[in-house]
């Protein structure tokens, strides 16, 4: 049974920072792809941050490149989205993913969400 479980939202001013956490359960975090998505008020969601199973760089959306990190701790297994320069427009509730089959990027396992806010 895979369990994803974010925290680390909270409210923050804008260009500080935040670490979203995201410990997983019934995975290994480093054998699988592993995302951070994000959706606002009256939008769709959108893939932020993911980093793959096979190792190489991760992948950031344009709007948070050089502000956002992706990284993963085989010995908590969880992963972290660290968050700096935050922004009016990264206000969303930011969730967690990873993939059902190894290799497919295919992300169908969800975490909760988590909420954070930038005033």
């Known amino acids: 049974h895979v369990q994803l479980v974010e925290s680390g939202g909270d409210l923050v001013q804008p260009g500080g920072s935040l670490r979203l956490s995201c410990a997983a359960a019934?995975?290994?975090?480093?054998?699988?792809?592993m995302g951070w998505f994000r959706q606002a008020p009256g939008k769709e969601r959108e893939e932020v941050a993911t980093v793959y199973s096979g190792g190489g760089s991760p992948n950031y959306d344009y709007s948070v490149k050089g502000r956002l990190t992706i990284s993963r701790d085989n010995a908590k297994n969880t992963v972290y989205l660290q968050m700096n320069s935050l922004k009016s427009e990264d206000t969303a509730l930011y969730y967690c993913?990873?993939?059902?089959?190894?290799?497919?990027?295919?992300?169908?396992?969800w975490g909760q969400g988590t909420q954070v806010t930038v005033s």
């Open positions: 993913a990873t993939e059902v089959v190894a290799g497919y990027v295919d992300f169908g396992y």
């Open positions: 019934g995975i290994t975090v480093t054998d699988k792809c």
